[in-house]
């Protein structure tokens, strides 16, 4: 039968160690922290690495030789995706991504996706508000920017003073 010999070959005696809460988080946070350290630590020596970064160009145009063209984006007709490049969707993205990392203590995937969503939404919902401000105004300004004109055309002929 297995099972352990006594050390004083009497009894054999067992220390235990318990978490509590705060202690399993912070050793959660830890393991997530070494975990992204031990793959992120290879990539930055290669980038700092300047034959690194030249074999790794070498070999990404020898296995995909159309990759360092890029992407035409003037070419590309696909308005949803250039309406997400735009900078106020950039920054609400990074700021949603902010609010959840700040909400949950931290950086984790679904409530940075959660902070992305709700940022999209608050960011395209406030861009169709202003565009409904703007077909509701414009029609308004053309026409006081018309008056303006008339009104200096009077001025300079002298039918106005």
Do not use: C
């Amino acid at each position: 039968m297995g099972g352990r010999l006594p050390v004083d070959g009497k009894r054999v005696i067992e220390h235990r160690i318990s978490l509590g809460t705060f202690e399993r988080n912070m050793l959660s946070d830890f393991v997530g922290t070494k975990s992204f350290q031990n793959a992120a630590t290879p990539i930055v020596s290669l980038m700092k690495d300047v034959t690194g970064m030249a074999t790794l160009y070498l070999v990404l145009n020898a296995i995909f030789p159309n990759w360092s063209i890029g992407i035409d984006v003037d070419a590309y007709d696909d308005p949803g995706l250039m309406d997400y490049l735009e900078l106020q969707n950039l920054a609400g993205t990074a700021v949603g991504v902010g609010i959840a990392a700040y909400a949950t203590g931290g950086l984790s995937l679904i409530p940075s996706l959660i902070g992305v969503v709700g940022a999209q939404i608050a960011v395209e919902g406030a861009e169709e508000i202003v565009e409904d401000a703007k077909a509701t105004i414009m029609p308004a300004y053309r026409g006081i920017v018309f008056m303006r004109s008339l009104r200096n055309a009077a001025k300079e002929v002298g039918y106005v003073s």
